[in-house]
């Protein structure tokens, strides 16, 4: 599966943005799927993940109640709603496929990432 994500870019804090992944492949709908991030020195961590139906979701404590993952089968696409951005959401972006879903988790498929989308919330 090829994954491209978009939307990404420079916003203050307060703002908002969204942004898309989008998928090849027929088997879009089977997939659950993640956004990941990794900022500069850290560590790639989970933000967020969705079933392959769309009907769960799960999120990392520090985005709840500010992002929202949500997906279009039809479209091959997922997307990721991002509001009230804080300095520390500043990140490169970017989407799984065909991982394992859990309830409160999401194990990433090691061979389905996509390129990343930069987001920069300043200050």
């Known amino acids: 599966v090829q994954l491209v994500e978009s939307g990404g870019g420079l916003v203050q804090a307060g703002g908002f943005l969204r942004l898309s992944c989008a998928a090849s492949?027929?088997?879009?709908?089977?997939?659950?799927m993640g956004w990941y991030r990794q900022a500069p020195g850290k560590q790639r961590e989970l933000v967020a993940a969705i079933s392959s139906g769309g009907g769960s979701t799960n999120y990392a404590d520090s985005v709840k109640g500010r992002f929202t993952i949500s997906r279009d089968n039809a479209k091959n696409t997922m997307y990721l709603q991002m509001n009230s951005l804080k300095t520390e959401d500043t990140a490169v972006y970017y989407c799984?496929?065909?991982?394992?879903?859990?309830?409160?988790?999401?194990?990433?498929?090691?061979?389905?990432w996509g390129q990343g989308t930069q987001v920069t919330v300043s200050s």
């Open positions: 492949g027929s088997t879009f709908s089977l997939n659950a």
């Open positions: 799984n496929a065909g991982g394992t879903y859990f309830t409160d988790s999401y194990l990433f498929h090691p061979d389905n």
